[in-house]
């Protein structure tokens, strides 16, 4: 049975991110058990990891931080082993090489950049970014496998992901300009996005996140 670690570290909608992973999972072939845990080693031999997020930025990688081994654990599974990974908002901002939310906080570093509040060019463009919008530029990557162009995912966010060039740039969004919606490096992804909250076109990026072999 495949693993799946949904890290608890004390930010995150974990319980709407357990059931829509419950639910992607349901109509693929071979069981998918689904762990809601900051159990290093739980996470160490996990198949496959989700890392959610909610709020800012520095608050978060602190959460992370705190938990004991729990960095560790991601760069056993992630980083030396290659199982997949999914962030997810923040989760997502966490791949930064830093957040500049409220100072300068070092993220994870997995992806190179920094994660920077929005600044959309309009007065009809607000911030935080909220509600329904569709992804453009969508590279040809196995998570987007099924979805149409310009397919509308639920945002909630002030601040976005902008690694260093665009090879790491999976999708982006306009909202008064356009930002990073989704990036990618190797068995590493992330969506600012909720898929949890994007109904079908959610829970297809779920499913393919859960059969992607990268």
């Known amino acids: 049975m495949q693993s799946i670690a949904l890290i608890d570290y004390g930010s995150g909608n974990l319980r709407s991110a357990e059931k829509a992973l419950l ?3 349901g109509g693929l072939d071979g069981a998918r058990d689904i762990v809601v845990t900051a159990d290093p080693d739980i996470i160490a031999k996990a198949d496959a990891i989700v890392l959610p997020g909610v709020g800012a930025f520095a608050a978060c990688m602190g959460l992370v931080e705190a938990r004991a081994g729990l960095i560790e654990a991601l760069e056993a599974a992630v980083r030396a082993r290659g199982a997949p990974f999914l962030g997810i908002c923040v989760g997502m901002q966490l791949l930064a090489t830093r957040g500049l939310e ?3 906080t070092r993220g994870l570093g997995w992806i190179a950049g920094d994660v920077k509040r929005i600044e959309p ?5 607000k911030v935080p970014h909220m509600g329904w919008n569709g992804l453009e530029d969508m ?3 196995a998570l987007f496998e099924g979805l149409p162009a310009q397919v509308p995912v639920y945002f909630t966010h002030s601040f976005a992901f902008y690694p260093n060039g665009n090879d790491n740039v999976m999708a982006r969004v306009d909202h008064g300009g356009l930002f990073p ?5 190797d068995n590493i ?3 600012q996005f909720h898929p949890e909250k994007s109904q079908a076109a959610g829970l297809r990026l779920l499913a393919n996140f859960l059969e992607w072999r990268p």
């Open 102 to 104: 409220f100072g300068e």
């Open 23 to 25: 639910k992607a999972s």
């Open 189 to 191: 992804a992330g969506v």
């Open 139 to 141: 590279a040809d990557h």
């Open 121 to 125: 060019d309009g007065r009809d463009f």
């Open 181 to 185: 919606a989704a990036v990618a490096r």
